[in-house]
C-alpha cells in the first residue's frame, strides 16, 4: 500500500514539474536523443563487426581430416559388435 501512494504522489510531482520545466525538459531531451542515437550506433557497428569477424574465423578454418576411409559411426559399430561377440563367449563358458 505504501508502495502505491508513494508511486500515486510521485506520479503527481512529475506531471506538475513537467508542466513547469516543459521548456527545460525539451532541451534536455533535445540533448538526450543524439546521444543515445550515437552511443546505440557505435554499439551495433561493434556487435556487426564481432559477428563479421566470427564469421570469418569460422571460414578460415579447416575442418580435421578423417583417419581413414572408416567414419567415426563405423568405427563405433564396429567396436560394438566386437564387444557383443566377446559377451557371448563369456556366457557360453
Not at 552511443?39 to 571460414?59: I, M, P, R
Amino acid at each position: 500500500m505504501k508502495t502505491l501512494i508513494g508511486g500515486a504522489i510521485a506520479a503527481v510531482i512529475g506531471v506538475i514539474g513537467l508542466a513547469i520545466w516543459f521548456d527545460a525538459f525539451l532541451q534536455l531531451l533535445a540533448g538526450a536523443i543524439p546521444g543515445m542515437l550515437l552511443l546505440g550506433g557505435c554499439l551495433a557497428l561493434y556487435l556487426g563487426f564481432d559477428e563479421l569477424k566470427d564469421t570469418w574465423q569460422n571460414e578460415n578454418t579447416v575442418a580435421p581430416a578423417d583417419a581413414g576411409p572408416e567414419s567415426d559411426v563405423e568405427k563405433f559399430k564396429k567396436e560394438n559388435e566386437e564387444l557383443k561377440k566377446e559377451i557371448e563367449a563369456l556366457k557360453a563358458k
